[in-house]
């Protein structure tokens, strides 16, 4: 068969012929694959992301207890609604002061009785879903396969002592594949701020400042910094969490994202009127 004609398929086996004797060694041939244009990059990005899946546990992507959004049982509605907006999740953990742990999971879904009919009396414990328990040490694999036949789409991590360590989503585990998972509260790849209202907005971290400037006819100082992020790490003088917000000049930034090692977007709200720093 002439190998021009040859199917990919083949194509693909013909590298295998010598069998991979370890990870390493299949990655090089997937990798030799993808430079002979039988798979495009995406494909290989995706196999290589479930082979570190096949590697990892939970403890290395999971939410941190310390960063966890979580609802506590003894708050009311109306206490813990404008979280649920805020944060734009569909499942929060719900905490018990007196027990010192996580009790069930809330379904945001689930509170839309409540906010169609006023009278109906709310109590957290008629619509608190079973928690879905895993211990840090699990493997990613496994857990994705859990997560498909138990139908759960968020688990909370205990540490060997039982305490909580952290919660995971199906998210979490398949954006280790495919890459992050965008959804329609975020900002479009070609634009780097959303407007929610005259004084609101959403700003990725690495938009640049002179874009920054340009956009809110704002002159915030650089510091030799080439973007908002930048400025905005170089004041808080460490890697923000979600949630810890400062004021420069006249606006007032809040993390809504960031890692270990970057801030990834931010709140921008507007608190006076824009002037030369």
Known sequence: MDEHKRSWLEKLSSLFSAEPGNRDELIHVLREAEE???????????????LEVNEMRVTDIMVPRSQMIVIEKQQMMKHFLPLVIESNHSRFPVYDHELDNIIGVLLAKDLLPYLLDRSKLFDIREILRPSFIIPESKR????????????????????EYGHVAGLITIEDVLEQIVGEIHDEHDIEDESCIKKHSEQEYIVKAM????????????????EDCDTIGGLVLKHFGHVPKRDESLSINNYHFSILSSDARRIKMLKVERIGTPKDV
């Open 36 to 50: 002979h244009k039988l798979l495009d990059a995406e494909a290989l990005s995706m196999m290589e992301g479930v």
């Open 140 to 159: 990613l694999n496994t857990l994705l396969r859990e997560f498909r036949s138990s139908k759960n789409h968020m688990a909370i991590v205990v540490d």
């Open 207 to 222: 938009t640049p400042m002179t874009e920054f400037n340009e956009y809110f006819t704002e002159k915030l100082a650089p």
